[in-house]
């Protein structure tokens, strides 16, 4: 129960955050990411702002346990891959084509009409292909 | 215009706060491709957490909207660059195990090479593909 409550305060928060921030505001991402245009820095003071709570929060898990739950998350692995480039390479293009991200696509799903939905449906149904796509590129990858 | 910034650097803080309580209250990291990822195609446990969660994230904008603080999300209406966009976001998030919440605001601020090669990703890769909508297409 305590843990469920912990997860609804965070998540409200979250989508509280980006409300106030703009970031359900396709035009506010598309003109942070258009440098050669009329460049909007509202992201860049999103980003820091959003990093610095975290920062302390990271340093307070070392040597600790949550609150609830077992474990903190394993160090971060560093090696950096081919999924990882090209997924977040493919994401960066979704992002700039029509300015949401998953989070945001969420949090405005309530007000963003049809057009927030159909984008929504497609994220979705882009992240449960996702294995299936994994499994078929690797049987690929060894048949090769 | 620097209202406009003083409200993100707010809204950023708040951002920050929810991860940081997810954290250290449940031990999860808020990234939100892999917390509705896991969800959708069933590889997520913790279930009961991850629906709080979406509960709290969906039904926060949409009390607040309802109060009277609207957002419009000034999103195009053309079908077919919705669900390109759309599923470019699901699979890439998915092969890329996060998006800007995950590798962005929980990855860099613990200073993850990871965190901060997939932001650069993001960044060039939607910088470059705005430009080219707007100066290629003319949309």
Known sequence: ?144 | MPVEWIWGLVGGVMIGTAAAVLLLGTGRIMGASGIVGGFVDGTGQDRSTTLSFLFGLIGMPALMTLGGWEVATNATSLPWLLIIGGLCVGIGTRFANGCTSGHGVCGMSRLSMRGFMATVAHIGAGAATVTFVRVGLGL
Do not use: E
Request: hydrophobic letters at 50%; proline letters at 8%; glycine letters at 14%.
């Open chain 1, 1 to 144: 129960m305590m843990r469920r409550l912990i997860a609804l305060l965070s998540g409200a928060l979250f989508g509280a955050g980006l409300h106030v921030s703009g970031m359900t505001d396709t035009a506010k991402v598309r003109g942070f990411l258009d440098f050669a245009g009329a460049w909007d820095p509202t992201l860049a003071f999103v980003m820091g702002g959003a990093m610095l709570p975290m920062v302390f929060a990271w340093r307070f898990t070392r040597g600790r346990k949550p609150l609830t739950g077992n474990t903190y998350p394993a160090p971060p692995r560093s090696d950096i891959t081919s999924p990882l480039i090209t997924g977040s390479i493919l994401f960066g293009m979704g992002w700039g084509l029509v300015g949401l991200c998953p989070g945001p696509a969420l949090a405005s799903i309530t007000y963003g009409g049809w057009q927030g939905a159909l984008f929504l449906l497609a994220m979705l149904a882009g992240m449960w292909a996702v294995p299936p796509l994994r499994r078929g590129l690797d049987s690929l990858k060894a048949t090769n």
